[in-house]
Nanobody, 125 residues
Framework: NIHLVESGGGLVQPGGSLRLSCEAS????????MGWFRQAPGQKREALAH????????LYTEAAKGRFTISQDISNNAVYLQMNGLKPEDSGMYYC??????????????????WGQGTQVTVSS
């Protein structure tokens, strides 16, 4: 099974940027669709983006479109989320996840079998 570990979260001022990393072990990311999600306190887990570990076109939800960029690096067996123009409402725990097989036409939290432990992002002045 794939094991995922996120890093790169922290405290950032509004308008700032962060790059989150998700390092995979135990299995190649090329076998899975890799997604990024976030969850604010008291809120449901929200999908942000996905990309297949082997490459291809990413898919973004409205929450991520225009400010966030997902990428994958086969040589490092990792997936990244570049976040720009951060807002206080972007605060929350950010998770990466793997859905074995092809990426689907849209992103659904329930389809992802393997999850990391999350990394906290706080956007505040």
């Amino acid at each position: 099974n794939i094991h995922l570990v996120e890093s790169g979260g922290g405290l950032v001022q509004p308008g700032g940027s962060l790059r989150l990393s998700c390092e995979a072990s135990g299995e190649s990311i090329t076998k899975s669709c890799m997604g990024w999600f976030r969850q604010a306190p008291g809120q449901k887990r929200e999908a942000l983006a996905h990309v297949h570990g082997s490459g291809g076109s990413p898919l973004y939800t409205e929450a991520a479109k225009g400010r966030f960029t997902i990428s994958q690096d086969i040589s490092n067996n990792a997936v990244y989320l570049q976040m720009n123009g951060l807002k206080p409402e972007d605060s929350g725990m950010y998770y990466c996840a793997a859905d074995e097989g092809s990426c689907r036409r849209y992103i659904n939290v329930d389809w992802y079998e393997s999850w990391g432990q999350g990394t906290q992002v706080t956007v505040s002045s």
